[in-house]
T-cell receptor, first 111, second 117 residues
Framework: RKEVEQDPGPFNVPEGATVAFNCTYSNSASQSFFWYRQDCRKEPKLLMSVYSSGNEDGRFTAQLNRASQYISLLIRDSKLSDSATYLCAVSSSGGSYIPTFGRGTSLIVHP | GAVVSQHPSRVICKSGTSVKIECRSLDFQATTMFWYRQFPKQSLMLMATSNEGSKATYEQGVEKDKFLINHASLTLSTLTVTSAHPEDSSFYIC?????????????FGPGTRLTVT
């Protein structure tokens, strides 16, 4: 089993839709969780850290489920500009906090 | 946030030559930087962890004599691809780690697209 797994998609949604991605991790000692956004042929950009209590930033909501070992990203009112690949990253102190990245989930928002 | 620069953004070189890529953290000091490689539609593959003032730690399967890493200051790490071959053509991305809010956040440079002919 891979350390961090994501459904590669693509997820095709219309503008205005709500879409959610999950990311599962295998290391139960994982402590830090992040979502990154990567546009085609560009570097990943940190979208948000994921806190135990969950956190929200505008249209984006991140949740952590430790019992089932996954994190989620919810995007409300999707915009065309949200089209990108969303990478999750997980790290632990045992791994010197070096994050392991998932393969990414591709999102395509269409008019 | 934080700003990480990478230079060059794109390079084309001939097989057998060496290419140096620079990664700089512009607004913070980074004791640890990372070098990744990404092939089309693939995930980021960690190549090595670059530690300021000490030797880099390479991931399994990455040749340290081929991918030379130097982290001479708190804001600069360099990756030199020696004796490049066409199969080394890839997107090379560095990142710098910053302690924020009790956890480490990673900020990526814009990447270097290497093409070896």
């Amino acid at each position: 089993r891979k350390e961090v797994e994501q459904d590669p998609g693509p997820f095709n949604v219309p503008e205005g839709a709500t879409v959610a991605f999950n990311c599962t991790y295998s290391n139960s000692a994982s402590q830090s969780f992040f979502w990154y956004r990567q546009d085609c042929r560009k570097e990943p950009k940190l979208l948000m850290s994921v806190y135990s209590s969950g956190n929200e930033d505008g249209r984006f909501t991140a949740q952590l489920n430790r019992a089932s070992q996954y994190i989620s990203l919810l995007i409300r009112d999707s915009k065309l500009s949200d089209s990108a690949t969303y990478l999750c990253a997980v790290s632990s102190s045992g791994g010197s906090y070096i994050p392991t990245f998932g393969r990414g989930t591709s999102l395509i928002v269409h008019p | 946030g934080a700003v990480v620069s990478q230079h060059p953004s794109r390079v084309i070189c001939k097989s057998g030559t060496s290419v140096k890529i620079e990664c700089r953290s512009l607004d913070f000091q980074a004791t640890t930087m990372f070098w990744y490689r990404q092939f089309p539609k693939q995930s980021l593959m960690l190549m090595a962890t670059s530690n300021e003032g000490s030797k880099a730690t390479y991931e399994q399967g990455v040749e340290k004599d081929k991918f030379l890493i130097n982290h001479a200051s708190l804001t600069l790490s360099t990756l030199t691809v020696t004796s490049a071959h066409p199969e080394d053509s890839s997107f090379y991305i560095c990142s710098a780690r910053k302690l924020a809010g009790g956890s480490y956040e990673q900020y990526f440079g814009p990447g270097t697209r290497l093409t070896v002919t």
